[in-house]
């Protein structure tokens, strides 16, 4: 059972590279996040998707781009990197709210990301 | 909008003593809280959850919570700390119904206990 996998675990780009991070779950979950996780800021959500086809802001969007295409795959795009992107990524899932699940969220490991 | 607080940085403590770690929320309506522990390196992982009913509420390696509705608290518990608790600790809250769905989480407390 491998949960959320993310690809790739580590990355070092230049300055106004592009890149995907790519997220996988296999637990059928509707909901699905990006998070990055930075020094003394604790979690903060980039973007986020209540099902296939949909995506949403969360706090903190400006630099990056995402799609689900798929129920199972969550793409986050990086189109012009910048120095301030340094940071690691963590996606998750998690069940929708009225399923009888109280939408407790399934990380993966996490992709480090340097833009030089 | 619902927020997290969790006013400590770090919390010290030592092996076999009982530790606590601090959290607070705001949120519209009856809470959904969350505690998530991550080990250097790795992805956050769920310890326990309150929904509803009893206050305490028990958890994974031996943790437990306290809901607090008349302080807006969930304080994270231990009997007796180990080293290997030592890690990062993150409360997070999200609605129960209305309101956004989206779990928000705290900055994170980072525990270490001292052998």
């Known amino acids: 059972n491998a949960g959320v996998t993310q690809t790739p675990k580590f990355r070092v780009l230049k300055t106004g590279q592009s890149m995907t991070l790519l997220c996988a779950q296999d637990?059928?979950?509707?909901?699905m996040y990006w998070y990055r996780q930075d020094p003394g800021m604790g979690l903060r959500l980039i973007h986020y998707?209540?099902?296939?086809?949909?995506?949403a802001k969360g706090e903190v969007p400006d630099g990056y781009n995402v799609s689900r295409l798929k129920k199972q795959n969550f793409l986050l795009g990086l189109e012009s990197a910048a120095p301030s992107q340094t940071s690691v990524y963590f996606c998750?899932?998690?069940?929708?709210?009225?399923?009888?699940?109280?939408?407790?969220?399934?990380f993966g490991e996490g992709s480090r990301l340097t833009v030089l | 909008a619902q927020s997290v607080a969790q006013p400590e940085d770090q919390v010290n403590v030592a092996e076999g003593n009982p530790l606590t770690v601090k959290c607070t929320y705001s949120?519209?309506?009856?809470?959904?809280l969350f505690w998530y522990v991550q080990y250097p390196n790795r992805g956050l992982q769920f310890l326990l959850k309150y929904i509803t009913g009893d206050n305490l509420v028990k958890g994974s390696y031996g943790f437990e919570a306290e809901f607090n509705k008349s302080q807006t608290s969930f304080h994270l518990k231990k009997p007796s700390a180990l080293v290997s608790d030592s890690a990062l600790y993150f409360c997070a809250v999200r609605a129960q119904s209305g309101g956004s769905y989206i779990p928000t989480f705290g900055r994170g407390t980072s525990l270490i206990v001292h052998p």
């Open positions: 949120v519209s309506g009856n809470p959904y």
């Open positions: 998750a899932s998690s069940y929708p709210p009225g399923r009888g699940d109280t939408g407790e969220l399934f």
């Open positions: 998707s209540v099902g296939e086809g949909t995506t």
């Open positions: 637990m059928n979950h509707e909901y």
